[in-house]
């Protein structure tokens, strides 16, 4: 995102660059362009990123339904007395609280309490009117939200291993950036301050976790390395 609030700032001060040399031409801010959409696809192409939403969505909408067995079995155990056993104590109230946290960890860990705690009670319970189907239901959720989670952790992985093939492109994009960089402070360091943030790294992260933050996500903190600084450069 770097490379886009830059690119912008380049475009708004095309008239100074070129008067300071001809090399920031049209050509230029098209192919530095260019190369920050390519580096955004490598980083997160749009496919991967509808799919990763997809298996988010799935997962929520797994943990949702999960409320009422839960009501369901709390119910259950409201009804028996005689086990001396809460429905905190099988782990239905920490798992009611995971899934209202979005929690995906401790969901899973609560699933697997709830399964192992309820199968232990479950003749008790079954006289009671708790069905098998009740049961699987958790049992089910559990290894759906487990898959899901696992096909995440593969696309991250995949596209881990192909951004560190295509480290050259990274710094290809980041040695344009540094250069455009350069050249504005040179331009604005002793005119103007406002225009000077602009093309000062420090402040760009700042607008970067600013702009993040407003719409809702969260934004990695860059490093201070050079290595781990190219991966913003977008």
Do not use: C
């Amino acid at each position: 995102m770097i490379g886009r609030f830059v690119s912008a700032s380049l475009k708004r001060d095309a008239a100074e660059f070129t008067a300071f040399s001809p090399t920031f031409n049209d050509v230029y801010i098209a192919a530095f362009d260019s190369k920050i959409a390519s580096v955004i696809d490598l980083i997160e192409p749009q496919s991967e990123t509808i799919e990763r939403k997809q298996i988010t969505e799935r997962i929520y909408e797994t943990m949702g339904g999960l409320i009422d067995p839960i009501n369901r079995i709390t119910g259950y155990m409201t009804l028996a007395k005689d086990l001396k056993v809460s429905p905190a104590d099988i782990g239905l109230t920490s798992l009611r609280k995971a899934i209202n946290a979005g929690d995906v960890e401790k969901v899973l860990d609560g699933l697997h309490l709830v399964t192992v705690n309820v199968n232990k009670y479950k003749e008790p319970l079954i006289a009671l009117g708790l069905t098998e189907s009740l049961i699987t239901r958790f049992t089910n959720a559990s290894t759906s939200i487990a898959d899901d989670k696992q096909k995440q952790n593969e696309i991250l992985s995949n596209r881990r291993s192909i951004v560190q093939n295509n480290v050259n492109q990274l710094n290809d994009l980041w040695n344009t950036l540094s250069e455009i960089l350069s050249i504005g402070k040179i331009l604005y360091k002793a005119s103007d301050a406002a225009k000077l943030q602009d093309y000062t790294f420090s402040s760009l992260k700042k607008q970067v976790n600013g702009a993040s933050r407003s719409a809702g996500s969260v934004s990695a903190k860059p490093a201070s390395t050079e290595k781990e600084s190219k991966g913003k450069a977008e």
